[in-house]
């Protein structure tokens, strides 16, 4: 049998006894910290009372600016898809919501006791790195803002950017672009920076639209007999407008024909189809006055037995 020493015990007892004492002192000291930030003392507000008034402002702030997005959407009507000023509401509201989103996120963040002063220092980088980066962001968002406050076109009007083929009916203008749909129903999403530097044409702004039809006639022709049928025909549409009148003017003479232009006014709406049936109309009518409008001919020439010259218009 082993005896032990009575001394080494009580040593390895005092040493566990002093690691569960730390242990506990660490826990103890774990706890007053949590209480005191959050209970704080009695000289100043509790922070977990900062803390449930910012969870609760940041619950109301958000149902608030609901709500207040509600109304104006409301007030503007914005369900309304028909409303030519539909973008510029759309967009009034878009910068509202955000605005409030904001502020109510900051008092939320001050009401936390958050230091916002290193907050404000972060901000200001952001902004300066994002303002070098994404410059043609920001100029397509002083476009929108342009186009917004101007309204060079609005919502539900046809319109044509620059020389480019880019034409359609105006669907939305947002912070970036401009959304059109064209006649083949094509859904076209422009930069807002490439309308306002490009010459733009609103073909709906005006209820009035002038259509110049060109026709060429032959040299032969009785320019007066030629005129007089074109005006005619305009004069006989009652679509096209008696005031101002249908006038045909000569406008240029070409190596093959003598160029006339017939020219009307016509509700907007109804310019196409007016112009698809003048078109048919004057070719019906020329052919009953034997007026003939020149072509370009194909002349084949073939020799016979004799070796005699042949000469063949093609399409005669």
């Known amino acids: 049998m082993y005896l032990t020493d009575a001394s080494t015990t009580n040593t390895s007892l005092s040493g566990w006894d002093k690691f569960w004492s730390d242990v506990g002192s660490v826990f103890q000291n774990a706890r007053d910290q949590i209480v005191k930030f959050w209970v704080g003392s009695e000289t100043e507000i509790p922070y977990i009372a900062n803390f449930i008034f910012g969870v609760i402002f ?19 009507k914005l369900n309304n898809t028909q409303s030519k000023d539909r973008a510029v509401k759309g967009f009034i509201v878009s910068t509202v919501r955000i605005i409030l989103y904001f502020a109510v996120i900051v008092i939320f963040l001050l009401i936390l006791r958050v230091e916002m002063s290193g907050l404000t220092q972060i901000f200001s980088s952001a902004i300066l790195a994002i303002g070098l980066s994404l410059q043609d962001v920001i100029s397509n968002f002083a476009s929108g803002i342009i186009i917004l ?38 859904i076209v999403t422009i930069p807002n920076k490439t309308i306002t530097s490009s010459i733009l044409y609103n ?11 060109d026709v060429g006639v ?7 007999k030629a005129k007089k049928v074109l005006i005619e ?5 009652n679509r096209i407008l008696a005031d101002p009148k249908p006038v045909c003017y000569v406008t240029a003479f070409e190596s093959s024909d003598i160029n006339l232009s017939l020219r009307c006014y016509v509700p907007n709406t109804l310019y196409w189809d007016i112009l698809f049936k003048l078109n048919e109309k004057i070719l019906i009518e020329f052919n009953k006055q034997n007026i003939e409008i020149p072509y370009n001919r194909l002349v084949v020439q073939s020799l016979d ?4 010259i042949i000469k063949k218009k093609v399409g005669e």
Not at 59 to 72: P, S, V, Y
Not at 203 to 213: G, Q, S, V
Not at 218 to 224: I, M, Q
């Open 149 to 186: 406050s101007s309204k060079p076109f609005l919502a539900g009007e046809y319109i044509k950017i620059g020389e480019s083929t880019v034409e359609g009916t105006v669907l939305d203008v947002r912070f970036l672009a401009t959304t059109i749909e064209t006649v083949n129903k094509q």
């Open 305 to 308: 037995e004799h070796g005699q």
């Open 233 to 237: 025909i305009a004069e006989n549409d």
């Open 58 to 76: 940041l619950i109301l702030g958000i149902i608030i600016t609901k709500l207040i997005i509600k109304a104006l959407k409301h007030a503007f």
């Open 203 to 213: 073909y709906t702004r005006n209820p009035l639209r002038r259509i110049a039809l």
């Open 218 to 224: 032959d040299y032969s022709t009785d320019l007066n």
